[in-house]
């Protein structure tokens, strides 16, 4: 299976920490996305960081990215209860098709 | 963001029926869609990919006779699910995507529940 793995796979924390995810996939990529999906619903794209970015900011969401270690991270910082959710990493593996890893299931306590 | 809709958003039938799912962009051209399946507590798993106009393209282990994909327009795909079975019981999401971005937008999802 050409899917990612992220880790943890559960993380739970407290209002106002911050939560990390990593991502690792195994092809060579154009580009990795993060998604959030909150229970029984869709996903919602949250950011896109490309092969030759390293690093992404998006209000309280930073991604990083190593191509040299098929690796992305996704900090979350001062976490609130409304960020409880399942993220995912998904990779384009130099084709037009998403592969998502298999997620990290966010509760965040208030 | 670009918005797609799915309709239904939920759906119980009878083994044996078939039930058609509506995937639309509502504010863009999709001219590349794509169907997903997701079991409970799982990832996304890529069923099939729908270029507009042309045949679509399955995932290995996917039957493409069980699974019926029509991209008629640039905005509705349709994903069919003939003579459902309970295994066939999952939640079903598209996306979709429009001429260069690289970014696939997704419905909210339909839940089918096969009895």
């Known amino acids: 299976s050409q899917q990612g793995e992220e880790d943890p796979q559960a993380l739970s924390i407290q209002e106002g920490e911050n939560a990390t995810m990593n991502c690792s996939y195994k092809?060579?990529?154009?580009?990795l996305q993060w998604y959030r999906q909150n229970s029984g619903r869709g996903l919602v794209h949250l950011i896109l960081i490309r092969s030759n970015e390293r690093e992404k900011h998006s209000g309280r969401l930073r991604v990083t990215l190593d191509t040299s270690k098929k690796s992305s991270s996704l900090l979350i910082t001062a976490s609130r209860a409304a960020d409880t959710a399942s993220y995912f990493c998904?990779?384009?593996?130099?084709?037009?098709?998403?592969?998502f890893g298999t997620g990290t299931r966010l509760q965040v306590f208030p | 963001g670009a918005v797609v809709s799915q309709h239904p958003s939920w759906v119980i039938c009878k083994s044996g029926t078939s039930v058609k799912i509506e995937c639309r962009s509502l504010d863009f051209q999709a001219t590349t869609m794509f169907w997903y399946r997701q079991f409970p507590k799982q990832s996304l798993m890529l069923m099939a990919t729908?270029?507009?106009?042309?045949?679509?393209?399955?995932e290995q282990g996917v039957e493409k006779d069980k699974f019926l994909i029509n991209h008629a327009s640039l905005t509705l795909s349709t994903l069919t699910v003939t003579s459902a079975h309970p295994e066939d019981s999952s939640f079903y999401i598209c996306?979709?995507?429009?001429?260069?971005?690289?970014?696939?937008?997704f419905g909210p999802g339909t839940r089918l529940l096969v009895l």
């Open positions: 092809t060579s990529i154009n580009n």
């Open positions: 729908s270029n507009e106009g042309s045949k679509a393209t399955y």
């Open positions: 998904a990779t384009d593996g130099n084709t037009d098709k998403l592969i």
């Open positions: 996306s979709a995507r429009g001429g260069a971005r690289e970014t696939q937008y």
